[in-house]
T-cell receptor, first 110, second 112 residues
């Protein structure tokens, strides 16, 4: 079945860039997503990328998609302490269901 | 800004008891989703509604879980009887399309 994998933890210094990586298995995914979850809260959609794109930029966020390697990354420029959260990668399967990874916990050190 | 509402935010129940969660989606959103998120994992879809009809309930443990959306607006997820392994965050989301799901704050369930 479909599977999405992410590294568990990333620690960066405030002002640096953060790069969160994700691999997925469903090559037919039309959209791929990044969600943010703060403690005790629901998920917030950060951005998504259509499968025929290689890159999408939205303010401090840059999404890179390597369809050949089924690799997705999220780069956060000028990372702030408010960016500390869990980031989830998700792929959309052939029945339009979202399959989430286990999340990457980002810690931003002052 | 419109939000998905869920209640209660926290629920503690003893095993074998019944428990119910409520979700009010964003007005006008025809699609409603219930997810379960076990601590340390990503959300897993339990059931998806399109208006009042179930589109996907393949991951819903139907021997103990039930979900309804009678008028195609708000929805209730019920567990009876609750088991220790049901302890998790239950998230509701709604959308007008598949690529923008808006999540509520969730209900954290603890079964003792």
């Amino acid at each position: 079945g479909e599977d999405v994998e992410q590294s568990l933890f990333l620690s960066v210094r405030e002002g640096d860039s953060s790069v969160i990586n994700c691999t997925y298995t469903d090559s037919s995914s039309t959209y791929l997503y990044w969600y943010k979850q703060e403690p005790g809260a629901g998920l917030q959609l950060l951005t998504y990328i259509f499968s025929n794109m290689d890159m999408k930029q939205d303010q401090r966020l840059t999404v890179l998609l390597n369809k050949k390697d089924k690799h997705l990354s999220l780069r956060i420029a000028d990372t702030q302490t408010g960016d500390s959260a869990i980031y989830f990668c998700a792929e959309e399967d052939s029945s339009y269901k979202l399959i989430f990874g286990s999340g990457t916990r980002l810690l931003v050190r002052p | 800004e419109a939000e998905v509402a869920q209640s209660p935010r926290y629920k503690i129940t003893e095993k074998s008891q019944a428990v119910a969660f409520w979700c009010d989606p964003i007005s006008g959103h025809a699609t409603l989703y219930w997810y379960r998120q076990i601590l340390g994992q990503g959300p897993e879809l339990l059931v998806q509604f399109q208006d009042e009809s179930v589109v996907d309930d393949s991951q819903l443990p139907k021997d103990r879980f039930s979900a309804e959306r009678l008028k195609g607006v708000d929805s209730t997820l019920k567990i009876q009887p609750a088991e220790l392994g049901d302890s998790a965050m239950y998230l509701c989301a709604s959308s007008t399309s598949t690529y923008e799901q808006y999540f509520g704050p969730g209900t954290r369930l603890t079964v003792t």
